[in-house]
Nanobody
Framework: QVQLVESGGGLVQAGGSLSLSCAVS????????MGWFRQAPGKEREFVAS????????AYADSVKGRFTISRDNAKNTVYLQMNSLKPEDTAVYSC????????????????????WGQGTQVTVSS
């Protein structure tokens, strides 16, 4: 079993920055691709960013490209999401997720592909 715990959410003004962290335990962290997803009230969960187990590949939603950066520290079993130039439409519950990295060249952006999920952290961007 893999446990994920997010931290770092909060309230920020538009144009500001926040950094989210996701601490992973229970299985070797380096075996897993990691993703960040978000869900706003009344909307479906959507992909934000993902990264291969070794950090060799990343993917971003078009809506966050150039503003958000995903990174990971395998020594600390932690994945991060640096969010800059935040907009009110970024307001959502942000969750990290883990997927066993069985296929070397595939980096999934689809929520159903991720087996383990954190509880989520609220990010609110005021205008």
């Amino acid at each position: 079993q893999v446990q994920l715990v997010e931290s770092g959410g909060g309230l920020v003004q538009a144009g500001g920055s926040l950094s989210l962290s996701c601490a992973v335990s229970g299985r070797p962290f380096s075996n897993y691709d990691m993703g960040w997803f978000r869900q706003a009230p009344g909307k479906e969960r959507e992909f934000v960013a993902s990264m291969k187990w070794n950090g060799g590949r990343t993917a971003y939603a078009d809506s966050v490209k150039g503003r958000f950066t995903i990174s990971r520290d395998n020594a600390k079993n932690t994945v991060y999401l640096q969010m800059n130039s935040l907009k009110p439409e970024d307001t959502a519950v942000y969750s990290c997720a883990a997927r066993f990295s069985g296929t070397p060249y595939v980096l999934s952006i689809s929520p159903p592909d991720y087996r383990y999920w954190g509880q989520g952290t609220q990010v609110t961007v005021s205008s």
